[in-house]
């Protein structure tokens, strides 16, 4: 089974983490992965908040909102990948 894709960013300051995970959102979606967890940690849940409301911005982003998610530390979010000669068009 393939292993998830991931976005670590725990233990990281706010806009370090924010910077990274829209860059790496951005990444996975144009190669084509359709699931990815982030890892943010638990704490204050500070970067979890951030994730949250970032990703609510990207219309291609579903976050898997469950319930069933073992890993308190972590989301899961679908990327809603278009057909490839459609995503072809996004990369020009």
Do not use: W
């Not at 579903?62 to 972590?74: H, L």
């Amino acid at each position: 089974m393939p292993r998830l894709a991931q976005i670590y960013i725990r233990k990281m300051h706010f806009e370090e983490a924010k910077k990274k995970l829209l860059s790496e959102i951005d990444h996975y979606f144009y190669e084509g992965e359709r699931e990815v967890e982030i890892i943010h940690g638990i704490g204050n849940y500070i970067l979890r908040k951030m994730a949250l409301a970032e990703l609510e911005k990207l219309d291609y982003v579903c976050v898997d909102n469950s319930g069933f998610n073992p890993n308190p530390g972590s989301l899961k979010v679908t990327l809603l990948i278009p057909d490839s000669s459609v995503l072809e068009k996004y990369k020009e």
